[in-house]
């Protein structure tokens, strides 16, 4: 674990060790997010120009609304259906 210390004016130096994990350097931003459970999270923020061309050349020609129709329906179905976990037992019978 590594650790900081947060300076009078509320300033905190993220070590080299965490800044080169995320990918960071002098000038980025990050985001700081709390969960459910009151931890705190930082994520860098990647701007979206950064974004740019990510997709290129993944699909040739546009998606018809027939094909978006399908893939949402399909996904509708996929999220509605009960997931099993690797590590839970079957269902036990009534009798």
């Known amino acids: 674990m ?3 210390t947060i ?3 509320g300033q905190v ?9 995320l990918g960071v350097k002098p000038g980025d931003k990050v985001k700081i997010y709390r969960d459910y459970k009151g931890r705190f999270f930082m994520i860098p923020v990647v701007p979206v120009t950064a974004l740019r ?3 290129a050349g ?5 998606l ?3 094909e978006m129709n399908e893939a949402a329906i399909q996904g509708a ?3 509605a259906m009960p997931r099993e976990r ?7 019978k009534r009798r």
């Open 53 to 55: 061309g990510i997709a």
């Open 77 to 79: 179905i996929a999220s």
């Open 7 to 9: 300076t009078a004016k």
């Open 64 to 66: 018809t609304i027939e």
């Open 13 to 21: 130096t993220i070590p080299k060790e965490v800044r080169d994990q």
């Open 2 to 4: 590594t650790a900081s």
């Open 86 to 92: 690797p590590d839970s037992k079957p269902p036990r």
């Open 58 to 62: 993944r699909r040739k020609k546009p």
